[in-house]
DNA sequence: ACCTGAACACCGTTCAAGT
DNA sequence: ACCTGAACACCGTTCAAGT
């Protein structure tokens, strides 16, 4: 089943599942919403790399062109992608008396959208967040900072840094999930754990004092404690600058 | 000149340009470092996405298949460039006096390192550094956060999420970098931040409260403020935690 | 051992023509 | 207005054949 999408090597595309009977016919007509929908779910499906033009109009029973009567091209669609997964984004009303742990809540539950959707956090990368949808979410952001007395500037810095930090974690876990589907057998984190300290530990001692003593803390910790370190890191230093003026 | 690759709307691939007499006859045998370096060179100079198999064979005067007796596929390439970039990371011996400026200036430059060659930081996305050049600088890094006394175990999550921090930014530049040169006018940074504020600045207050004020604040900071700010917050926090235990 | 031409199975986008 | 077939100019990778 993993194997029945391979056409060669690297390259898995949805078009090489034939999968008899799931295509649609053109009954419904087109639209903005269908092709966005189908985006979402081929990626989730068959991963980011796998959605193109093409197989999007191949699950709507046409041909490619017929998308560029509802979309402009590839980089819009992601747009839309973005958009229509990050209003799943839910922020509380600010509590001035725990800002800080509502703020982490938030980064924590974005990443978890992210991981829900998966290959969408692909199309997070270098995006303006000018889209409507996207622009109610910072909104919120921002009152749970007002609440933190973080001062403006910071504010807008951090909302900046925080959510490229979350989409960059969310895009190389993404980009690591679909390379172990590519390899095929999905080696249970467990034993790629098990691996990569072996290849720290058999480092050479002498041109690599410190690391090689490091084999363990270097591979210890789920994907979650590293991304809430990374959270906490980033929260911290936001109190610490805050205070310091 | 900006022009002349041009081919369709969004593809601009390097085989467009002609450039008559700067394909080298196939003189010189090919080896790993010649194609390293030539996609080194195209990435700056034409950009991320026009660098191909092709094209690279193209420029070294052979076809696309010719490489493959030196690197296995695309993906070892582009880690085989992130390696020969980062080799150029210099890393202080520490100084436990100032291990947190030192921290700071490293990170700044590594940014400088990837700025410089335009591109290659779009290749380190998802890579995890086994590279035999990447774990030197590693080895140098965990030296500076040893002086600072920081726990292991924050040391190893710190060179993570901090190298996915710096990548990120350079990446995210390099998009942007890349659709400006697309659109073509590359609009003097300036004319971005008025256009950008204007738009902050018109959303209907009712909507956003919070954000239409807030017009200055989002759009103040030249990318180097803002990515200082984020290293900032960065080490801030980690001494924050590692204080706290 | 190293290199090549030709082929395979794909891309995104455009455009003239249809309904 | 919306959709389509066919075409254009590309991709990465493989492979049998050459030197």
Same mark, same amino acid.
């Given at each position: 089943?993993?194997?029945?999408?391979?056409?060669?090597?690297?390259?898995?595309?949805?078009?090489?599942?034939?999968?008899?009977?799931?295509?649609?016919?053109?009954?419904?007509?087109?639209?903005?919403?269908?092709?966005?929908?189908?985006?979402?779910? %081929?990626?989730?499906?068959?991963?980011?790399?796998?959605?193109?033009?093409?197989? =999007?109009?191949? #699950?709507? /029973?046409?041909?490619?062109?017929?998308?560029?009567?509802?979309?402009?091209?590839?980089?819009?669609?992601?747009?839309?992608?973005? /958009?229509?997964?990050?209003?799943?984004?839910?922020?509380?009303?600010?509590? $001035? #008396?725990?800002?800080?742990? %509502?703020?982490? &809540?938030?980064?924590?539950?974005?990443? /978890?959208?992210?991981?829900?959707?998966?290959?969408?956090?692909?199309?997070?990368? /270098?995006? =303006?967040?000018? #889209?409507?949808?996207?622009?109610?979410?910072?909104?919120?952001?921002?009152?749970?900072?007002?609440?933190?007395?973080? $001062?403006? %500037?910071?504010?807008?810095?951090?909302?900046?840094?925080?959510?490229? +930090?979350?989409?960059?974690?969310?895009?190389? &876990?993404?980009?690591?999930?679909?390379?172990?589907?590519?390899?095929?057998?999905?080696?249970?984190? &467990?034993?790629?754990?098990? #691996?990569?300290?072996?290849?720290?530990?058999?480092?050479?001692?002498?041109? +690599?004092?410190?690391?090689?003593?490091?084999?363990?803390?270097?591979?210890?910790?789920?994907?979650?404690?590293? +991304?809430?370190?990374?959270?906490?890191?980033?929260?911290?230093?936001?109190?610490?600058?805050?205070?310091?003026?």
């Amino acid at each position: 089943m993993a194997e029945q999408r391979r056409v060669y090597a690297s390259g898995d595309r949805v078009g090489a599942t034939v999968r008899s009977g799931t295509r649609r016919r053109s009954a419904e007509r087109l639209s903005v919403d269908r092709i966005v929908a189908v985006a979402i779910d %081929q990626m989730r499906t068959h991963g980011y790399d796998a959605v193109t033009m093409r197989s =999007i109009a191949r #699950e709507l /029973g046409t041909g490619p062109a017929s998308l560029y009567a509802h979309v402009a091209n590839r980089a819009e669609l992601d747009q839309l992608v973005v /958009g229509r997964v990050c209003a799943l984004w839910e922020i509380p009303d600010p509590d $001035p #008396e725990r800002w800080d742990a %509502q703020l982490r &809540e938030c980064l924590i539950s974005l990443l /978890g959208i992210l991981r829900a959707h998966p290959g969408v956090a692909r199309c997070t990368m /270098g995006m =303006i967040p000018v #889209e409507r949808g996207m622009l109610a979410v910072v909104e919120r952001l921002i009152g749970l900072l007002k609440a933190g007395e973080v $001062p403006d %500037q910071y504010i807008a810095w951090f909302v900046d840094v925080s959510s490229l +930090f979350v989409g960059s974690v969310a895009a190389e &876990e993404d980009i690591w999930r679909e390379r172990m589907a590519d390899i095929g057998e999905a080696p249970s984190e &467990e034993e790629t754990v098990v #691996e990569v300290r072996e290849v720290f530990s058999e480092l050479p001692v002498a041109e +690599f004092p410190l690391l090689s003593g490091m084999a363990e803390a270097m591979t210890t910790g789920t994907g979650d404690e590293r +991304f809430e370190f990374g959270v906490d890191v980033l929260i911290s230093g936001l109190k610490a600058l805050s205070a310091a003026r």
